[in-house]
């Protein structure tokens, strides 16, 4: 017996039913594709560590990078516009762009000689007027406001900041070719740096008022190490007591690894951070070898992370954490990336022959960076002059510490 | 009756989300969204990313900007594949269904 409505009530009973099996289907349909696609996406932008570090000469990468870095300081109104949009947040950066550009054009001449002369070139043009516009405007002008909200403990004020990397930029620039100018330039650095470390019992110097930076302390260490190598000096047993105090005073228990800052009578500020360890592993290797490489592999351990066959790196450990700041970048949630830590991290697996870390991190590049090409020149959206200068250095790095390595004078 | 290309995409839109042609369609937008935001050129803005602004003189325009690429990219290098693929799965699924029946 049919009574009125049932088809309708039966039909609606159905479709309701359909529906929901074609929604499931569906959704299973997306989870596979999803299991399919994910695991593959990083083949799209895998590329072997080669496209990125050359053992000899250049990488493709280096190469392009280097154009787009050269193309800054050719063109005025592009370097203006680059110079302006990263003052805007942080004067530093105007600043380490300049000293990551010449250490890596120092490496980049001695890969291929062919563009030393340009290289040597555009390295002067870039140290002479950082020095111009440190005299002109004072030290300052390169750092962040909060310079000013105190006074240094130790006057008349320096910032080894901007004494360690300028003293690192003549010492680059004289490795790859003596330059007279530049020798009484670059003693005068090094005398500054090397009293003020004996006249403090932690030898602790300040990059901003009551704030000293393990990595500026390394970076200046290296230009004193180069300098010993360029001018026949000996600073092995500063250098020696350095190293001593740090292993003592600037590890963090828990990991094992550098504090990134500390005060001047040496106690810690800032625990470790990715932003840093990278660069300080890095300088380490001229300093003191087995150092360099337990503080490498510490902070592989730490802070290197993989998924999906993409690598990227944290800012901080699991037994610290701190905020994320201009020098971290921003923090993605979850995996906790960090965009600073990561780019610096190139730096270390470069120096220290980490080829898969480094090939999965050039894929994550590539895949989050936006890569711009034009005319031969790169440039990752995502970054900035300064993330595409520490970029280039990490491309090319090598050749230099090999020279002072070896004691082999030009 | 005759369909011009807008209503048979507005049809298409409408039909079930869940199936082959859904998709299809829907990894088409992704990717027709993501050829427009990077041909205007909005793959530079991204540089908010590590607190750099953007060519736009303002934070408030660089980061919607930059935001919006990198939400559209995402989309379009793992959303619109996998969709791809799901209508593909599907496809195959009801293919096979049908030829049980």
Known sequence: MNFPGTTTILKGFE??????????????????????????????????????YAKEGLSPKARELGARQMQIWTDPQLREKELDRMRASNAEWDFMARSYLVWALANMGLRDPSSKPVCLQTMDRIIDETLHLEHEKGMYFFLMPYAKARPYLVQPARSLFLDGEIALMLASRRVLEDKPEYKAALTERVNLMVNGLRHNPHMALESYPDECWTFDHVVALTAIRMSDYLDGSDHTILIRDWVAMARKKLVHPESGLLVSSYETDGTPMIGPEGSSLWMVAYCLQLVDEDFARDQYERAR?????????????????????????????????????????????????TAFGDDAFLASLNAMLDFAGFPSRKNGALKYCASNQVGDAVLFYAATLGPVWQKVKEGRKL | ?????????????????????????????????????????????????NGTIGPAADWRTSSFLGIAYLVIYLAFVIVAPVLVLAAGILTVWQRWQNRKL
């Open chain 2, 1 to 49: 009756m005759k369909m011009n290309v807008w209503q048979q995409l507005v049809r298409c839109w409408r039909a079930d989300a869940f199936s082959p042609r859904g998709f299809l369609l829907r990894a088409l937008v992704i990717a027709g969204a993501f050829l427009a935001v990077h041909l205007a050129g909005l793959r530079d803005y991204t540089s908010v990313l």
């Open chain 1, 301 to 349: 351990h730490e802070l290197g992370g993989s998924a999906l066959g993409f690598s990227y790196a944290r800012e901080w450990p699991d037994s610290w954490k701190g905020p994320a700041d201009i020098d971290s970048g921003p923090i993605i949630p979850v995996l906790d990336i960090s965009t600073g830590s990561s780019g610096m991290a190139f730096i270390g697996a």
């Open chain 1, 15 to 52: 479709n309701p039913m359909k529906h929901a099996k074609r929604i499931l289907t569906g959704s299973v349909a997306l989870v596979l594709a999803a299991a399919i696609w994910l695991p593959c996406l990083h083949l799209f932008f895998s590329r072997p560590a080669s496209a990125f």
